[in-house]
C-alpha cells in the first residue's frame, strides 16, 4: 500500500506519473497542482450529488452518437502540463483510452457553488482551466437555485462569460452541438 499523506514529507515536486500512480492506490482523491497533490474535500451535498446525477442524465443522451462522454470527478484532466484538476463533472472525447486516469482532450467543465460570492476555492480552478487547450465551456452552477455562469472561449485565445438565471434559460454549449436547459437540471431540485 501506498503512503498516506500524512506519513509522507512533500520537499520535492513530484511528476505527473508518480502522482498517477500513487493516486491510483488512494481512496480519497487528489488534484495535482504545483508538483504537489492536493486532497479534495470529501463530502458533497445532497444537492450537489442530486444536481451532478441530474446534469449526466441529461448530457448522456444528448451527447450520444457525437465524440464526446461525460466524465465525473474520478477522472482528472490535465489544464496544462504538470497540473491535474477535478471537475465536478467534465465532457472529453469518447477518444480516451478506458484506462486512462486522465481526459485528455476536456471540452466542457462543470462546477458547482454554494455562494458563488464567497466559493473561492471553485472559482480559484476557472484560471487553471482557461490554459486547458481543448476546453470550450466552463460553467459553474448555483447549488440552490437555477444560476449558472458560463465562461467559453472565443475564436482566437480570449475568453468571454455570462450569467444564465431561471428555469426557463438556457446554457448555449457550441461545442458540444447543445443547449443545456437549466430546468432539465433544477426541476425537482431547486427550492
Known sequence: PSPSMSEMQLTEPWSTERFLRWQEGEDALHEFVGGF???????????????????????GPALRGTPFAPFTRRFGM???????????????????????MVATAT?????????????????RKIEDYKQAPFLRH??????????????????????????????????????????????EIYNGVSA
Do not use: Y
Open 78 to 100: 490535465e489544464t496544462r502540463p504538470g497540473q491535474i484538476r477535478r471537475p465536478a463533472m467534465g465532457v472529453d472525447t469518447v477518444a480516451t483510452s478506458p484506462e486512462a
Open 138 to 183: 466552463i460553467v459553474c452552477l448555483c447549488e440552490d437555485r437555477p444560476l449558472a455562469f458560463h465562461a467559453f472561449r472565443l475564436t482566437g485565445a480570449g475568453w468571454d462569460g455570462t450569467r444564465i438565471e431561471g428555469l426557463d434559460a438556457s446554457i448555449p454549449l457550441a461545442a458540444l452541438g447543445t443547449n443545456l436547459p437549466l430546468r
Open 37 to 59: 497533490p492536493l486532497k479534495m474535500p470529501e463530502g458533497v451535498s445532497r444537492r450537489q450529488d442530486r444536481l451532478v446525477v441530474e446534469l449526466i442524465g441529461w448530457l
Open 107 to 123: 471540452v466542457a467543465v462543470f462546477e458547482f457553488l454554494c455562494d458563488p460570492r464567497f466559493d473561492f476555492d471553485r472559482l
